[in-house]
């Protein structure tokens, strides 16, 4: 990490920046998978609750390249990262499951 | 530009982690990422749970949404968290005009999807879907609202920034403020990408 050489004048090259490859596939994906989901809604005449299941499994394809790739969440040294937001997605779950049961049951 | 003299082979390879401040004001902004999931969590709860509560005569969700806008709306929000990828990756590469460069991008994008967000708030409130017409219009409001208020902050926020790294130069203080800044404009979409889903492309299901 903190072996460092002459950063001015040469692009760093010898240090292992990432170049923009990954994140421009990550993007194509993202584009795709809205793609997807807005055409299911737009031409489908599939049932209801298979489209449902479809959107939210594409969504959440998208938050896993989102924050896997672009907030670095899969690099190492994000554990704390990750638990609190686990945590965060746990208690919005129950959240959601409670509001719409205790409205309607 | 006065950021150069920052860069003579000081400034380290990830100048957001270099100091203790910097690597706690990212740990930081997790926590508060966190308390923010639990915010949206909540709107998203009260959408879902009054979304068919439309009452007698007023536009439903099917009526009333208009898929081309919202995707036009994603495509520039998605585009919008590459542009600022790229800005943090200028940084870890010491360019910081190229960085200022797309963070400038990133906020052109994010007033984009303001204008349009506003532009579809109005033709609604015209089709009588108001704040306070149905419990379905307030719950929608609030959830999308908050959502772009959120944009409209993040906006500021990196204008600012930009301001600041043009005078201060990329610094090891600098650095940490812009990192995060970008992490949360990830979150803003990861928001963004539930709302479309959930809200727009749902209701448009039925």
Redesign the interface.
Known sequence: MSNHTTHSEEPAKRHKHEGPKKHIIAYVFSMLLTLVAFATVIGGEINTSFIYILLIIMAIMQVIIQMGFWMHMKDRGHLFPIVGILTGVFVVFTIVIMAEFWTWW | MSAHSH????????PERATLEGRNKV?GF??F???E??L???L???F???RDQVGDGNPTSQELFK?ATV?IA??IL??S??T???AI?AM????VKAMQNWLIVTVVLGLAFLGLEVYEFIEYTHEGHQFSTSAFSSSFYTLVGFHGAHVALGVVWISLLIGQVYRKGLTVVTAPKVYVAG?YW??I??VW??I???VY??G???
């Open positions: 860069l003579d082979g000081k400034l380290p390879h990830e740990l997790w926590l990422l966190g308390g999931t639990v949206f969590g909540t998203f709860s009260a879902l749970a009054l898929l995707a994603t495509v998605l585009t968290s590459l600022s990828v790229f990756q870890h590469r010491g360019q992490m990830h979150f979409d990861v990408v539930f479309f889903t959930v492309l749902m448009k299901v039925g």
